[in-house]
C-alpha cells in the first residue's frame, strides 16, 4: 500500500492538480519581492497520502542546507541510531616499562564527525593512563578511510579561513578551528588575545590597542591579517579594539588537517604529562596489530542534532561519506555515497526528479532537490522508527539552533521542528508545524532568486499559517 501512495503522490505532482498557495501565502512572497516562479512549496499533513496545496514541487531547486534532512535521516536508516565512529591509537614500536615508547605512534581515524578538544583531552589522558609517558618517534595518521579530491576551502566562495568551509577528513579534530578570545585589560591598558586550542605552529604577531568609543564593527577595527601556510601559520591584529566590546570571539580554520592533529597531540599531550617532540608522517599500523587505546564519538543520534540545529556543514560531510561504507568497502567517496544514498531512496519508495548529491550538506550551488521530494522524505521519516530521533535533531522555532531568534512573537513559538538552508540567492525552510489541537503538519518551502533573503519572512508567514490556518483549511476549495 505505501508503494502505491508514493507513486501516486508523485504522479500527481506532475500534473499540478493541487490547491493553490493561500492568498496570504502569495501576498507575502510577493511583497518580499520574489516571484512565484522561483518557490517551491509542499504543505502536507502528516500521516495523509496528498498535499493540502503545493506549488511546483517537482522542480530540481538549489536547497542550501534543508539537503541535511535527507544525509541525516539516511544515516539514521543505514547506520543506526546507536552507531559510533572510532579513532585508533597503535603503538609503532616497543613500550618499555618506563612508559617510553621506541618509534612511531600511529593515530587512525574512521570519519569521527565531532572530536571536541573536551574529548581530545580525554584521548590523551586515557594514552597517559594506559601506560604512555613518552614517544621517542613521530606521529603517524592513517587518514585512509576517506578518498577525496583536492579540497579548495576558497572554492564556494573566496572564504577560504571560515570554518564552514573546512574540508572532510578521516581524522577531522575541533573542526579544524582556531578560536581567538578578545577581551579588554583596563588595569594594563592594553587588549589580552587568548589562543584556543594553544596549538604551537598558530603565532600572534601583535595586538590590537585598546581604545574608547562604541564596539561598532569590531572586526574591522582590529585589521585582522591571516597567514596560513597548511605547516603554520600566523595571525596579526594590529588596529584598534574597542573596550566597549567586552569579551568577543573570531573562529578561523587554519593549518591543513595533518598538522592541526599534529599539533593538537603536541599540546595535549604534553598538558597530560607526556613528552613528544617528533613530526609528523603517514602510514598504516602494523599489520594485524591490536589497538592501543581508542576513542569512541556519541552516539549518531546525539551527533545529528549538531547537524541540523547548528547547520555544520563539516560534520554533515563526514556523515555522508561515512553511508559510502554501509554498502562499499572503504575508502569511502562522495561519488560512492551519492550511489548509497541515491539507492536508499529508492529502497524507500522515494521520488526525487533531478536530484543531484554533491557533498550531502548543501553547500554547494549544484545540489538539488525538489520540495515535493523533500516532503516525500519528511513523511518517510515521521511514520520511520527513527521518527523521534529525526525530529528532535531540528531546531525548535524560537527556542533553539538556526532559528532561535526567529518566531519570538509568534504563537508558533515551540511547535515548530525546522530545518533552514541559506546560501546567496537561496533560502530554505522544512520540517513540522504542530498546530494548537496537536495535528502534526509537512512544511517545504524553497526560494532561488535574487531576493531570497527578504523572502526570509515569507518562509517564517508560511510556518505561522499553517500552525494558525491549516487545520481547517479545505484544499477542495481552492483548486
Same mark, same amino acid.
Given at each position: ?11 500527481? %505532482? ?15 512572497? $510577493? ?19 496528498? =498535499?493540502?496545496?503545493? $506549488? ?92 577525496? =579530491? ?9 572564504? =577560504? ?17 582556531? #578560536? ?7 588595569? #594594563? ?48 591584529? =594590529? ?30 599531550? #604534553? ?48 556523515? %555522508? ?5 554501509? #554498502? ?152
Amino acid at each position: 500500500m505505501r508503494i502505491s501512495i508514493a507513486f501516486a503522490f508523485a504522479g500527481a %505532482f506532475a500534473v499540478s492538480s493541487y490547491a493553490a498557495l493561500p492568498g496570504g501565502v502569495a501576498r507575502a512572497f $510577493h511583497e518580499a519581492g520574489v516571484p512565484l516562479a522561483n518557490v517551491a512549496v509542499v504543505v502536507r499533513e502528516a500521516g495523509q497520502p496528498s =498535499p493540502l496545496f503545493a $506549488h511546483d514541487a517537482n522542480r530540481p531547486m538549489n536547497p542550501a542546507s534543508v539537503m541535511k534532512l535527507v544525509t541525516t535521516y539516511a544515516a539514521l536508516d543505514l547506520l543506526g541510531r546507536d552507531y559510533r565512529w572510532k579513532t585508533e591509537a597503535y603503538l609503532g614500536g616497543k613500550l618499555n616499562k618506563a612508559g617510553t615508547l621506541t618509534g612511531n605512534l600511529i593515530l587512525k581515524g574512521y570519519g569521527d564527525p565531532k572530536i571536541t578538544v573536551e574529548q581530545w583531552q580525554a584521548f590523551m589522558a586515557d594514552l597517559r593512563a594506559r601506560g604512555l609517558n613518552r614517544v621517542t618517534g613521530d606521529l603517524v595518521l592513517d587518514r585512509s578511510f576517506f578518498k577525496l =579530491p583536492e579540497h579548495d576551502p576558497a572554492a564556494f566562495d573566496q572564504e =577560504p579561513l571560515r570554518p564552514y568551509n573546512v574540508g572532510p577528513d578521516a581524522l577531522l579534530v575541533n573542526f579544524k578551528a582556531v #578560536r581567538f578570545a578578545f577581551a579588554p585589560d583596563a588595569a #594594563r591598558n592594553q587588549v589580552a588575545v587568548r589562543v584556543d586550542p594553544r596549538l604551537p605552529d598558530v603565532a600572534v604577531a601583535a595586538l590590537p590597542e585598546l581604545t574608547n568609543g562604541d564596539c561598532g564593527e569590531w572586526r574591522e577595527s582590529i585589521a585582522a591579517s591571516y597567514t596560513n601556510l597548511g605547516a603554520s601559520a600566523s595571525a596579526a591584529f =594590529p588596529g584598534r579594539y574597542p573596550q566597549a566590546c567586552g569579551e568577543r570571539d573570531w573562529y578561523v580554520a587554519l593549518l591543513d588537517h595533518p598538522h592541526y592533529v599534529h599539533g593538537m597531540f603536541t599540546a595535549y599531550f #604534553r598538558e597530560a604529562g607526556g613528552r613528544f617532540d617528533g613530526g609528523l608522517a603517514e602510514g598504516r599500523p602494523p599489520r594485524a596489530a591490536a589497538p592501543f587505546a581508542i576513542m569512541e564519538s556519541s552516539p549518531l543520534y546525539d551527533i545529528i542534532r549538531d547537524v541540523n540545529k547548528l547547520s555544520n556543514n563539516v560534520m554533515a560531510r563526514q556523515i %555522508f561519506l561515512t553511508l559510502a561504507t554501509t #554498502r562499499h568497502p572503504p575508502p569511502a567517496t562522495p561519488a560512492l555515497a551519492g550511489d548509497v544514498v541515491r539507492n536508499w531512496l529508492k529502497e524507500k519508495k522515494l521520488v526525487i526528479p533531478g536530484l543531484v548529491l554533491e557533498n550531502g550538506s548543501g553547500l554547494s550551488r549544484s545540489e538539488r532537490l525538489t520540495a515535493g521530494g523533500l516532503a516525500q522524505l519528511l513523511a518517510s521519516a515521521d511514520r520511520s522508527p527513527v521518527r523521534e530521533e529525526f525530529a528532535s535533531s531540528l531546531a525548535v522555532a524560537a527556542m533553539d539552533g538556526t532559528v532561535q531568534r526567529r518566531f519570538q512573537n509568534g504563537s508558533v513559538a515551540g511547535q515548530a521542528l525546522l530545518k533552514t538552508g541559506s546560501l546567496e540567492g537561496v533560502r530554505a525552510l522544512a520540517g513540522y508545524v504542530i498546530d494548537a489541537d496537536a495535528r502534526r503538519f509537512i512544511v517545504v518551502a524553497i526560494i532561488n532568486h535574487a531576493n531570497a533573503a527578504r523572502g526570509a519572512a515569507a518562509l517564517d508567514y508560511l510556518v505561522q499559517w499553517v500552525y494558525r490556518e491549516a487545520g481547517h483549511w479545505d484544499p477542495a476549495l481552492h483548486r
